[in-house]
């Protein structure tokens, strides 16, 4: 008989290299492995070799898909095997996982939808370029969902069940399914709650935003999000009458 798990960690990775060993080796002193499941995102190094020998669960792509497809392939896949709570970390080393539990004590504690670890946007140890990206981009996030958001860039998350099973997903599997997923969850009153994380960033870590594209495709996510949001305003409005 197989024992369930409700509290488990998803870890989306491509070409997760030397930073996400690590990261690994750190996330199961407060984990078992039987709780984790990397999801490798067509690596063509020896991501998934790792994965498998920290004795983890593995589910591979052959093909780079997005990290947000390789998300939602994972919530699914534990939601599948009765997860109640699932925390989504990235593999770079950005993210400390010793805040693990204390995402699971949020979620418990608020019964969010989303509980976002999120870093100060106001600090000096993050990047100039990423503090204001990540600062403007959370702000107008915020006037879609109608609610305050916290860090829209942090992958370090937990989703809620409730989440999953409402088929609550962004149709583009790319960089910005992160960010559109806050709106959508926040825009079904679904609550989202945040504890605070250090700012981190190693030397050493691979960072898979290409600049220029992501932001377009955040451009290009912000309209279509705000022409929705008018849509279905005026549908609102014109049922009042």
């Known amino acids: 008989m197989t024992t369930r ?10 070409q ?16 078992g492995p039987q709780s984790v499941l990397v ?7 020896n991501t998934s070799k790792i994965a498998l020998e920290h004795g983890v669960h593995l589910l591979r792509f052959e093909n780079n898909r997005g990290k947000g497809t390789a998300l939602e392939a994972g919530l699914r896949w534990w939601c599948e095997r009765g ?28 019964q969010a939808g989303i509980v976002v670890a999120a870093r100060n946007l106001k600090s000096r140890e993050m990047p100039v370029h990423r503090m204001l990206s990540n600062r403007i981009t959370t702000r107008m996030l915020s006037l879609l969902a109608g609610v305050p958001l ?15 099973d409402q088929n609550i997903f962004p149709k583009s599997g790319r960089f910005a399914w992160e960010s559109e997923m806050l709106v959508l969850v926040a825009q ?16 050493n870590s691979i960072p898979h935003i290409a600049h220029s594209k992501d932001t377009f495709r955040f451009i290009k996510l912000f309209l279509r999000l705000l022409r929705q949001k008018w849509v279905k305003n005026g549908r609102s409005e014109a049922g009042e009458y």
């Open 150 to 164: 916290f860090d829209s860039q942090s992958g370090f998350r937990c989703y809620h069940r409730r989440i999953i």
């Open 188 to 203: 079904r009153g679904e609550g989202v709650e945040s504890i605070s994380m250090p700012v981190l960033y190693s030397k």
């Open 39 to 45: 999801v490798d995102d067509g690596s063509s190094d």
């Open 16 to 31: 997760g290299g030397e930073p996400f060993q690590k990261m690994l080796q750190e996330l199961l002193n407060y984990v």
């Open 83 to 110: 997860a109640e709570r699932v925390v989504t970390i990235d593999a770079d080393g950005q993210h400390p996982p010793e805040l693990v539990k204390a995402l699971f004590e949020k979620s418990k504690f608020s």
């Open 5 to 14: 798990i409700e509290e488990v960690v998803v870890v989306p990775v491509y």
